[in-house]
Every structure is written in structure tokens, then in C-alpha cells.
């Protein structure tokens, strides 16, 4: 899918390309796309998707960032309410690489996660 889209001259600004509805800011991509790059990322290698998809696998990240920041804008919002947590530390590769995962046991949503043996207190 190709459109043009206006751009307006600003006297703060400079040139700035209009926004449109089924993109987001800064973006060279459809919200769609964005969002089936984040989705496919939660699956698979960063590599894996920008192969798959024909992207540079930094765009991989862009894409991750922006659909981040429209699917869930106040990410402190998950400490709300938090009464019961659950708190994991698993091995995930020989040599001691370990992942800490603390999760909302009331919702069993994932509230933090973080590489290497850590509190969240840490953070």
C-alpha cells in the first residue's frame, strides 16, 4: 500500500509531514505493520522476523517501540493494584544466564522481567 500524504511548512518546525490515521508518528510503516512485526517478535528471533518481513532488524525494534508505546502508553499502570505477586528465577542457557520474571498473581500478568538474577528493587 502507497499514499502521499501533505506536508506543511512550519515556522517553529520546519517541514513536517502530516499525521494520518493509519500511522504512526515517525513511522514509514502502516500501524498494521507495525504491530505484526511486534506481535511476531514476541515469538521469534529479531534476525527471524527482519527476514520474514524484509526489514532491517534495528527497524525490528523501532516497530517493537512504537507498537509498545500505543498498546500500553503508561506502563506504571501495572504496579496498580498489585497485591500477590510471583516471583521466578529460571536458567535459560548453560553457564548460569538466568531471566527474572515477577507476575501479578491476582491477574497472572507479567508486571517485570529482566535478565540475570536481580531484584526489581534493583531497577
Keep these: 500500500m502507497e499514499a502521499t500524504t501533505h506536508c506543511v511548512t512550519c515556522p517553529e518546525h520546519g517541514v513536517v509531514t502530516a499525521a494520518v490515521p493509519w500511522a504512526y508518528s515517525q513511522s514509514s510503516f502502516t500501524k498494521d ?3 505484526t512485526v511486534a506481535w511476531l517478535a514476541t515469538y521469534l528471533t529479531r534476525s527471524a522476523v527482519s527476514n520474514y518481513m524484509r526489514i532491517d532488524w534495528q527497524t525490528v525494534g ?6 509498545l508505546r500505543d498498546l500500553e502508553p503508561e506502563r506504571t499502570r501495572r504496579l496498580n493494584g498489585l497485591v500477590n505477586i510471583g516471583i521466578d528465577e529460571t536458567s535459560y542457557l548453560k553457564g548460569h544466564k538466568y531471566i527474572t520474571v515477577v507476575v501479578n498473581r491476582d491477574t497472572n500478568t507479567v508486571v517485570w522481567v529482566a535478565n540475570g538474577p536481580r531484584s526489581p528493587l534493583d531497577h
Excluded: E, G, I, P
Aim: aromatic share 12%; with cysteine.
Design 62 to 67: 523501532s516497530c517493537m517501540s512504537r507498537a
Design 33 to 35: 505493520f507495525d504491530l
